[in-house]
């Protein structure tokens, strides 16, 4: 089944310990990207990879890292978590050969940081 | 500063009625526009989607409609079933390479 993957799909942390949330999608998808989602402001882009290590960054990618080592993995790291970054986290893939932006989603991760 | 924006939070229609879901947008060079949906507890999935070179898209019960000048699009749903109740959110891009603009989302409740 094609899809998109993302552990953990809940997270509750303390200010300053680093996490990682992987995503992985076995679609062969060339683009990758990281979202979050908050109440009011829909999704807003933070990190994406056009393809193994190039990425670059959204629109919100302050206290975000991401690598792209491997075509199907986009980590995002949060290096020292502050509660300003709690909020809903999606990946998301698409194939840039099939253009028209049809970008598939992951099913979440909740992060709450206290 | 957004700038695709859904102004109805949430629409309460009823089964067999028409759905109409409003987009507005501030970016002239936005040139990809497409609607997903997200249920709870889930990721959010393409719906239908509709380029610049066009003024409405079709598939099956849902319809997009683009008015370039007004910078505005909708969705209509017809006709609406208990499962379209779900978010559904509007989103803009320049070019077809991904960076998507996404509005705030408009719940959408089809009761019986």
């Known amino acids: 089944e094609a899809q998109v993957t993302q552990n953990p799909r809940y997270l509750i942390t303390v200010t300053g310990k680093k996490l990682t949330v992987t995503c992985s999608q076995n679609?062969?998808?060339?683009?990758m990207s990281w979202y979050r989602q908050d109440p009011g402001l829909g999704l807003r882009q933070i990190y994406y990879?056009?393809?193994?290590?190039?990425?670059d960054k959204g629109d919100v990618p302050e206290g975000y890292k991401v690598s792209r080592k491997e075509k199907r993995n986009f980590p995002l790291i949060l290096e020292s978590p502050s509660p300003n970054q709690t909020s809903l986290y999606f990946c998301a893939s698409m194939s840039s050969l099939a253009g028209g932006n049809e970008q598939f989603f992951g099913p979440g991760t909740r992060l709450t940081v206290l | 500063d957004q700038q695709v924006k859904q102004n109805s939070p949430s629409l309460s229609v009823q089964e067999g009625r028409i759905s109409i879901l409003n987009c507005d947008y501030t970016?002239?060079?936005?040139?990809?526009f497409l609607w997903y949906k997200k249920y709870p507890a889930e990721g959010p999935t393409f719906l239908i989607s509709?380029?610049?070179?066009?003024d409405k898209n079709e598939d099956g019960r849902f319809t997009v409609f683009l008015n370039k000048s007004a910078k505005h699009l909708s969705l209509h749903i017809v006709p609406s079933q208990p499962g379209d109740s779900a978010v559904y959110f509007c989103a803009a891009s320049i070019d077809s390479w991904g960076k998507l603009q996404f509005g705030a989302g408009t719940q959408v409740v089809v009761t019986p």
């Open positions: 509709i380029s610049s070179i066009k």
């Open positions: 990879s056009m393809n193994v290590e190039v990425t």
């Open positions: 970016n002239s060079m936005f040139d990809y």
């Open positions: 679609m062969n998808h060339e683009y």
